[in-house]
């Protein structure tokens, strides 16, 4: 009984799938699948409620020391419950009584999750190993879950693809340490793999998973998937897919790099530095050619992604206190945003483009702020969980002595800022009388209930945030600090750790 309340909220959201299923299989053809949202939306709830309830709990193993109940864990479980329980909410609103293969749908979004929280809690690299395809099997379907839709399939072949090339490369990472050190138990590899007689296979082999990973939170040069997928999935879905995963794949990478081979970061660290240079820079560039708002958007969680591994390069716990809180205000800002785009475009994306959205707050006033907030949260404008979120990140990197990749940073939220505010404009801009006007239905209530969790959370996480950043740091605490001073080949002078 201990072990099973160790992962308590995985077999709430399990039992919430498979009760999903068998009511969609008793339920008569051509029957509305819409009340099937609902049960799913109160299993996400009440996975959210048992992942808040393990915080009552000591920190502690189960299932013979492969999954680890701690405030880390715990941390990331409670925000994956919640982006799941939007994305539901923004799926009740998108979708209509006649939508094809909904009961799948919320089955898939479940198990997606179940998938993600096994990823955040496991201490055997194998068991991450079947999180990440838990999840990934799930969210690949969901991405072509518009059949009749050419781009649908074609988002969903590409990004199987792809992702099958990632986990290849994660599981022969895995293969490789498990050949230099005999273990796949990230706590034995604390404690023994800096004695290996092959220290070779542990390089290549962490090298193997970060591309892995790289591939899951879209980092660049890994990124060539994120925009054609963004665009081609249902919103709903891109609101889950862009965040979700990503937030699971980084709480991997930090319980790999600082809790399995911390004193291996003067190699891995040089590598995120420049994952983040180059994510930071190919994201924004991207980004300000595009004038599809979700390829926009999915440059933009390219840049994100950067952003957060700033904060893995700093080498200290407030490094992961970072990472984990910046973790927290893009999934609020960015479920939220696609929330709005979900509504205005419906589930067939009715509106693409730019110009699709000028004039929404006049069509739309409360579609219309919502969209502005979240933009000028992803911007960093103080008062918004994005502006703190990136002020901790890079007052982190800074602590740590990395000055240019603060520079950097720095530079490319200026260049974020006017694609962003391109955006904002045209929602306040009045279309020209000529250009056909695009109707705006009246929101539902479960969007107006996940607009309102989402902006609230922005809000809070900018005004108000000792509550979640007190959680981020005690998460952070499970990793004690590695800062060591940083070898002489490093890629840059700010490469050049500050001493503690």
Known sequence: ?????????????????????????????????????????????????????????????????????????????????????????????AVSDTTEGLGELFALMLFAAVGMMFMTCATELLLIFIGLEISSISTYIMAGFRRKSAK????????????????????????????????????????????TQTPWLLYVGLAMILIGLGFKVSAAPFHVWTPDVYEGAPSPVVALMSTGPKVAAFAVLLRIVYGALPFLHTHWVPILWWLAVLSMTIGNLGALRQRN???????????????????????????????????????????????????????????????DYRGLAYRSPLLGGAMALFLVSLIGIPFTGGFFGKFYVFASALHAGLVWLTIIGLINSGIAAFYYLRVVAAVYSRPAETAPVMSIPRPSMPLLIALFLTAAATLVLGIVPQNVLSAAQEAAQTYKSVAQPMPTAAPAPAMNTASR
Do not use: C
């Open 1 to 93: 009984m201990n072990d099973a309340l160790r992962i308590l909220p995985e077999i709430v959201l399990t039992l919430s799938a498979i009760l999903v299923m068998l009511l969609d299989a008793t339920m008569a053809k051509g029957a509305s699948r819409k009340p099937l949202g609902w049960v799913a939306t109160l299993g996400a709830l009440a996975g959210l409620a048992a992942s808040l309830w393990q915080y009552s709990l000591p920190p502690g193993t189960a299932y013979f020391n492969v999954v680890r109940t701690d405030a880390f864990s715990i941390f990331f479980h409670v925000l994956i419950a919640g982006i799941v329980l939007a994305a539901l909410l923004i799926t009740l609103d």
């Open 152 to 195: 649908g399939p074609e988002s969903a072949i590409k990004y199987f693809l792809l992702g099958s090339f990632a986990t290849a490369f994660f599981l022969y990472g895995i293969a490789l340490i498990f050949g230099a050190t005999g273990s796949t138990s990230i706590d034995f590899l604390a404690a023994h793999a800096a004695g």
């Open 293 to 355: 708002v979700k390829r926009m958007l999915a440059y933009s969680s390219i840049a994100h992604a950067g952003y957060i591994l700033v904060a893995f390069t700093a080498l200290s716990a407030d490094g992961v206190a970072a990472a984990s809180f910046y973790a927290v205000s893009y999934a609020a800002m960015n479920v939220g945003i696609f929330a709005v785009i979900s509504h205005a475009g419906g589930y067939d994306d009715r509106l693409t483009l730019l110009d």
